[in-house]
């Protein structure tokens, strides 16, 4: 028997789990035909997380019992706390005495089905009168929309924006009168005042300029910063009418100051100090800069002050900025060092300019986030397994309480908190160090007791359900013995061939004829097999089997900059995929960091050759001896750099190869890795190609409309084209559209090794 290496053994392994679909388990009847089951399922950035489901089988009414923070929010200046996850909507009752679901909001109780993968995120309005998020309508775009919470209606605001995972997709004013969004580069507005009138101008008159959502920052003031190039303006928000209605006649806004650099919103972004007169400015997501607001500079710049400047190592990013009033700036990052998501933080005191400013580092780790509290004396410093209270202007802990696994934090009061975690949500007291549970967020283990209560066990804490919307922590239960069979039914679960469910619960009727499911089968939208297979060659590997896996391998590049591997290794790390890499001769001289990172990681990595040039362009003339050195040479400069030996595969610069250059590589026991899908994501490096490239949402609806069983689809690091980004920024947006397919993401290797079986 042919003997697999332990490696791809490990990355079979890896591939088979690299998301989970829906899996039902656990059903158990109590008293009066109430049943008990968990949906459990992997979810990216979260991990494995399981929910809590009851059911009344005479009017099949379902209740969720748990709720998971994928998104936590506090809204109506501190009273209400929204949580939102793939299964519905939820807000706390009066005086946060227990979370509920909003009915108005569709959820899984109500029939809709469960989404696999990342959620588009909603953006609640401040007063949590209306959510606003995107409706997708093709791989790409997708339509936005604002939902009244109240009575469930939706209005489409704009159609075909670039859909997007990210945390800015609209920005509401503080009053929650105004929002603003992007679309194809430019920047409007949308005004609460004028829909309540059903006066809401056309679009092209709500203009406010060009730009994406990076453009744009409200102050707590209620003033609109809208950065162009080097300038920034300032718009009250009263007179957003007349700048976009007469946008081409009139400045935009107020002048309130300049920066020393262009503006790049795909990949540059910044923030406004409480008071207006001062801005962050983050160039390319490294170079950190304060600036002075200043609307003239050509005489002096001002007072000369020392500037703080931060350069943060290419493998970090900001996360968060707390900026309050008594101008102590916080600065949390994070970043991936040996495969593992980091956190560090940064400090500088505007205070005392008479003194030279500097960021600071502040000896912290393991940090989840940073809240401020209500009166900006206090902070909240969440870490994996505890909360410390720190004095915000020293940094000095006052208090530390054990809280294992916090996700968000909101200060209630100036002695009260309340916590979501990945185990419950919870009310806090500082001071008397007691809690009160809000909901429990996940069940390891459920069941009913033997007075008919439902518990649940969640980190080895006990819960028992105490009202239909709230839970109480205790110490012991009556465990009543789990049943699968009462008097009218027979529970069980039944396997699914293919879609988002593993499985169903399904109920066979003892009392009368006939076995149902106990909620709608999930719909798929699986493409069917192609009825043959195609021919592969090994030698120049172009696709895997077209008939055996729904199995994708993407590739990426790294030629020369080191611009978006840190994005790709986190977001491949929030879905747990292993891919692969080529890594040029250029890239690793250049990058010899980002090459160790990269080797630390647990995806495989072949070589892009010594040098990168078209090696079939009839200048040169490459003979065998050329193409084994310069695959010799990448090896041994892969291997001196990392201790690692590059894997046996590799492919030529702009995948341009002939015939000889791949039988020269075969003799080296090399595999050429060809590509079949090729989404045009290189064609801004091309000088011949000018502007020819396409934009992100047309690269992403390439590849769905190409791809196949077995494809091999290549994405290119880099820094894209200026204002437009580059694939790699909007990779979860792919990869949920190929995981909506029912499609897995394997290495080249696994992809190679079951197209040979």
Do not use: C
Request: aromatic letters at 14%; a negative charge.
């Amino acid at each position: 028997m042919k003997k697999i290496p332990i490696l791809l053994i490990l990355l079979l392994l890896a591939a088979a789990f690299a998301y989970a679909e829906v899996v039902f388990e656990s059903p158990v009847f109590g008293q009066d035909d109430n049943l008990l089951f968990s949906a459990d399922m992997e979810v990216p950035g979260f991990g494995h997380y399981s929910t809590l489901f009851n059911v009344t089988l005479g009017d099949k009414k379902l209740q969720q019992l748990t709720v998971f923070p994928e998104e936590a929010v506090m809204l109506d200046a501190g009273r209400t706390l929204q949580i939102r996850n793939r299964y519905g909507l939820f807000r706390t009752e009066n005086d946060f005495s227990g979370l509920r679901m909003l009915t108005s909001f569709p959820g899984f109780i109500d029939g809709k089905q469960i989404k696999t993968g990342k959620m588009f995120p909603s953006h609640p309005s401040p007063d949590g009168k209306y959510l606003a998020y995107l409706e997708p309508v093709s791989y790409g775009w997708g339509n936005l929309v604002l939902y009244n919470v109240d009575n469930g209606k939706e209005t489409i605001i704009s159609s075909n924006l670039d859909l997007s995972y990210s945390d800015e997709v609209v920005l509401w004013s503080p009053d929650s009168d105004f929002l603003v969004y992007s679309k194809d580069a430019n920047v409007y507005y949308y005004s609460l005042e004028q829909f309540y009138q059903g006066k809401t101008l056309s679009e092209e008159f709500r203009k406010i300029g060009k730009g994406l959502i990076s453009n744009i920052r409200w102050s707590a003031g209620k003033e609109l910063f809208y950065l162009s190039d080097s300038i920034i303006y300032k718009i009250i928000s009263a007179q957003l009418f007349t700048t976009s209605l007469y946008g081409g006649l009139m400045e935009t806004g107020e002048i309130a100051g300049k920066i020393p650099f262009d503006f790049d919103p795909a990949f540059d972004s910044f923030y406004v100090s409480p008071d207006g007169e001062k801005i962050i400015f983050n160039k390319a997501g490294t170079n950190i800069f304060l600036y002075f607001l200043k609307n003239s500079d050509y005489i002096s710049t001002g007072d000369v002050v020392s500037l703080p400047y931060l350069y943060l190592p290419r493998n970090t990013r900001l996360k968060k900025v707390i900026w309050p009033s008594n101008d102590i700036v916080t600065i949390l990052a994070n970043s991936i060092e040996g495969g593992v998501q980091k956190t560090s933080v940064f400090r500088f005191d505007l205070r005392y300019t008479d003194k030279p400013l500097e960021f600071k580092k502040i000896p912290e780790s393991d940090v989840v986030d940073i809240e401020l509290s209500l009166d900006n004396n206090s902070v909240a410093v969440l870490y994996s397994d505890k909360i410390i209270i720190k004095d915000y202007r020293t940094w000095s802990s006052s208090e530390t309480f054990k809280y294992d696994k916090p996700v968000k934090a909101f200060w209630i009061e100036d002695d009260r908190m309340l916590i979501s975690g990945r185990y419950s949500t919870e009310v806090y007291n500082i001071v008397s160090r007691k809690s009160e549970v809000l909901a429990v967020s996940q069940a390891d283990s459920s069941g009913y007791t033997r007075d008919g209560s439902i518990f649940a066990s969640s980190n080895g804490n006990l819960f028992v359900q105490s009202s239909e919307s709230a839970w109480k922590r205790v110490f012991s239960i009556d465990e009543a013995a789990p049943i699968s069979i009462s008097d009218k039914y027979r529970v069980y679960t039944q396997t699914l061939s293919s879609g988002p469910y593993a499985n169903m619960i399904m109920l066979r009727k003892l009392d009368s004829f006939g076995t149902e499911s106990l909620f709608p089968y999930p719909e798929t939208s699986y493409e069917p097999f192609p009825v043959r297979e195609e021919e592969i060659d090994f030698n120049n590997f172009s696709h895997g089997s077209r008939i055996r896996r729904r199995e994708i391998s993407l590739v990426f590049n790294a030629v020369d900059s080191a611009e978006g591997l840190t994005e790709v290794l986190k977001i491949l790390d929030d879905y747990d995929i292993n891919a692969t890499f080529f890594v040029n001769g250029n890239f690793m001289r250049r990058n010899p960091e980002a090459v160790q990172e990269l080797a630390k990681s647990s995806h495989e990595v072949g070589s892009l050759f010594y040098a990168y040039f078209n090696m079939t362009d009839s200048r040169y003339r490459l003979d065998k001896e050329f193409i084994k050195r310069g695959l010799a040479r990448n090896e041994d400069d892969y291997y001196a750099l990392t201790g690692k030996e590059l894997a046996l595969f590799w492919h030529a610069p702009y995948y341009v190869v002939n015939t000889d250059i791949i039988k020269a590589s075969g003799e080296m026991n090399y595999t050429y890795v060809n590509r079949d899908v090729d989404p045009l994501e290189w064609a801004w490096s091309m000088d011949s190609y000018g502007s020819a490239g396409l934009s992100v949402p047309q690269m992403v609806e390439k590849i769905m409309d190409n791809k196949k069983p077995g494809s091999i689809i290549p994405i290119r690091l880099g820094e894209g084209k200026e204002g437009t980004g580059a694939l790699y920024s909007n990779l979860d947006l792919l990869l949920n559209n190929l995981i909506e397919k029912g499609y897995s993401i394997v290495p080249v290797s696994v992809l190679m090794d079951r197209a040979r079986r």
